[in-house]
């Protein structure tokens, strides 16, 4: 029953919205309280489309994305591991500083930063973009792979020393396996972090750098909610795309860590 009834929860609360969203950008005058559209049509889709800039700005979205999920891989990882196995001065000021981001908003920091970008030139470039994605990304990733650090312990880490496993051996023999859920969910959450940010890309990018939600704010303040919808589909469509792809990725570097 209670299996039955969870099924029914997430048909409910996730299927149900779904295929509301998808009936949605392909009606023509669908108002409440009809149950049906009046009509099916292309017209939302024709007029997303249309836009010429729709598919560079999701292939520079999703370059922006990835880039952003590999430096919080690459920050994030030995950050927690030093938090998480060694005990030096400051390591609660580093911990707090580490957790500001979530604390303060991250509009603050970005008009912060902003000066600071445009001095190394980097403003109103991708680079800049993906440096600033890192504030609301990073402390998140860091929270993830420490836990998953804790999780995993030091006993296995000691005994692949005594048998005589180098670094690089340990973590790919040992941790990475076991770390997979954690990097899985690090990759999932700054993905779709990154994929929806519009202020600190509008305000780092300066309009130059167009990304997905900057091209879809302005349908959405419009009326035709066809088009909203169809926009909203292309936004649900990427990170399921990009879990897809991530879950190739690592599976082969599972096999290939494997084989050493």
């Known amino acids: 029953m209670t299996t039955i009834l969870m099924v029914l929860l997430f048909i409910l609360l996730f299927i149900l919205p779904f295929l509301t969203i ?3 950008s392909f009606s023509i005058g669908w108002r409440w309280p009809d149950l049906l559209p009046d009509s099916y049509g292309f017209e939302g889709w024709k007029v997303i489309f249309r836009d010429p800039s729709l598919i560079e700005s999701i292939f520079t979205t999703i370059k922006i994305a990835l880039m952003v999920v590999g430096l919080n891989l690459l920050l994030a990882i030995p950050a927690a591991r030093a938090l998480s196995f060694y005990t030096f001065h400051g390591k609660s000021l580093i911990e707090a500083f580490l957790l500001s981001p979530i604390l303060i908003p991250g509009i603050l920091l970005a008009m912060g930063l902003q000066f600071t970008l445009i001095r190394f030139g980097l403003a109103d470039r991708m680079a800049g973009v993906v440096l600033v ?5 990073l402390p998140y990733a860091i929270r993830i ?6 999780r995993l312990g ?4 000691e005994q692949a020393i005594v048998l005589g496993a180098g670094p690089l051996i340990r973590f790919l023999t040992v941790s990475l396996p076991l ?4 990097i899985r969910s690090v990759m999932l959450l700054t993905f779709v972090i990154s994929l929806g940010q519009y202020a600190l ?5 300066g309009g130059t750098v167009v990304t997905l939600p900057l ?8 009326s035709n909610e066809a088009v909203i919808a169809g926009f909203s589909i292309i936004f649900a469509l990427l990170p399921l795309l990009f879990i897809g792809v991530a879950e190739i990725f690592l599976r082969l570097v599972i096999r290939a860590v494997n084989r050493v």
């Open 22 to 24: 998808i009936m949605k």
């Open 133 to 137: 994605h890192l504030i609301p990304t």
């Open 145 to 150: 792979m420490r836990a998953g650090y804790e």
């Open 154 to 157: 030091n006993g296995l880490r």
């Open 179 to 182: 770390l997979l859920p954690s």
């Open 201 to 205: 890309t509008a305000i780092i990018g």
């Open 215 to 222: 091209l879809y704010y302005p349908y959405f303040s419009g």
